[in-house]
């Protein structure tokens, strides 16, 4: 069975930065084709992808948000850290982590139940 | 990027119902276009992946098709547990988008 938690703070302040932790479980991102991903979703809005770590430590990134975001993975550990410098009331939004499929099938199959992140002053 | 364009962006059905949402895109997909459902309070969850494949446990009144830049998700008849968000997403290149969401009303 495949689980994945996020964890961090739920409160932050203009300019700080943001570090949120998704521990998961079920798989290993030193297989291949396995992928953990973040997305967000602001207070009654769509969602926004952010980034992507893969099993050969690829990484992809947001457009718009990419000089932003740093996005690590801790294979022994199980965890990928998300990163999100000079944070913004906007930036206040449910963090999800979920596992990405990239081999044979490409999607999102498995999701974090999502971190809620409010920035204020 | 490639833009994901949803329509309707709500629709409001009775139980037994079809319901019908399109997913348009900037570019052809070849075929890699998800559809999740979300509930309030919940994480999405993946019901279509590859067009029209089914996720494992997903009732079958759930049903994806198209080609190219566009995409339909279709419920043949809706149930109760039906009414919710859904969204398309592309996974033809990173960095992958989302359509802005359909919501699923009852009438």
């Known amino acids: 069975q495949v689980t994945l938690r996020e964890s961090g703070p739920a409160l932050l302040k203009p300019t700080e930065t943001l570090t949120l932790t998704c521990t998961f479980s079920g798989f290993s991102l030193s297989t291949v084709g396995m992928c953990v991903s973040w997305i967000r979703q602001p207070p009654g809005k769509t969602l926004e992808w952010l980034v992507v770590v893969c099993w050969d430590n690829a990484k992809y990134y947001s457009t718009s948000l990419r000089t932003r975001l740093t996005i690590s993975k801790d294979t022994s550990k199980d965890q990928v850290v998300l990163t999100m410098t000079n944070m913004d009331p906007v930036d206040t939004a449910t963090y999800y982590c979920?596992?990405?499929?990239?081999?044979?099938?490409?999607?999102?199959?498995?999701w974090g139940q999502g971190a809620l992140v409010t920035v204020s002053s | 990027d490639i833009q994901m364009t949803q329509s309707p962006s709500s629709v409001s059905a009775s139980v037994g119902d079809r319901v019908t949402i399109t997913c348009r895109a900037s570019q052809d997909l070849n075929g890699w276009l998800s559809w999740y459902q979300q509930k309030p309070g919940k994480a999405p969850k993946v019901l279509i992946h590859?067009?029209?494949i089914l996720e494992s446990g997903v009732p079958s009144r759930f049903s994806g098709s198209g080609s190219g830049t566009d995409f339909t998700l279709t419920i043949s008849s809706v149930q109760p547990e039906d009414f919710a968000v859904y969204y398309c997403q592309q996974a033809k290149s990173f960095p992958l988008t989302f359509g802005g969401g359909t919501k699923v009303e009852i009438k």
């Open positions: 979920a596992r990405y499929l990239r081999q044979n099938n490409y999607y999102l199959d498995s």
């Open positions: 590859s067009t029209a």
